[in-house]
């Protein structure tokens, strides 16, 4: 696929819009990705667009190192995307690819990262 795609929360009010569907999606195992209900495409953060910027935001407190904004609409709760935070690092950005339409997405490839291993608590 090579069109760009829309997506949004339930209630509409944000809109997310890549470039292009991705290579594949990961479907992390750690908390937070499993609490949030959200599943990850990856892109040049200059390449994807949000509208009606979400109000609400969180980084994680449970870990020594936060890499990572996680945004959701202020009216749904849907999550919408990431955004990392430390310097230097604004070039990617990851999308919740449950925004958009199952079909769009349906011949994507899904990883599944241990995201848990990953997290030292």
Known sequence: MSEALIGECHCGAV??????????????NCSLCLKHGAI?????????AVEGEPERSYS???????HVRLFWCNACGCT?????????????????????????IA??????PDGRGWVRE
């Not at 990850?40 to 390449?47: C, I, L, Q």
């Not at 999308?95 to 958009?100: D, E, G, I, K, Y």
């Not at 011949?107 to 599944?112: D, H, L, N």
Request: include cysteine.
């Open 15 to 28: 809109r997310v819009t890549i470039p292009t569907a991705p290579d594949y999606i990961n479907e992390c």
């Open 40 to 48: 990850w495409g990856y892109f040049p953060a200059a390449t994807v």
């Open 80 to 104: 919408t995307h990431w955004r990392l935070i430390a310097p230097g690092t604004d070039s990617q950005m990851g999308v919740n690819m449950r925004l958009f339409d199952p079909a769009d």
């Open 107 to 112: 011949s994507i490839e899904i990883r599944y």
């Open 60 to 66: 994680r407190t449970d870990v020594a190192e936060q």
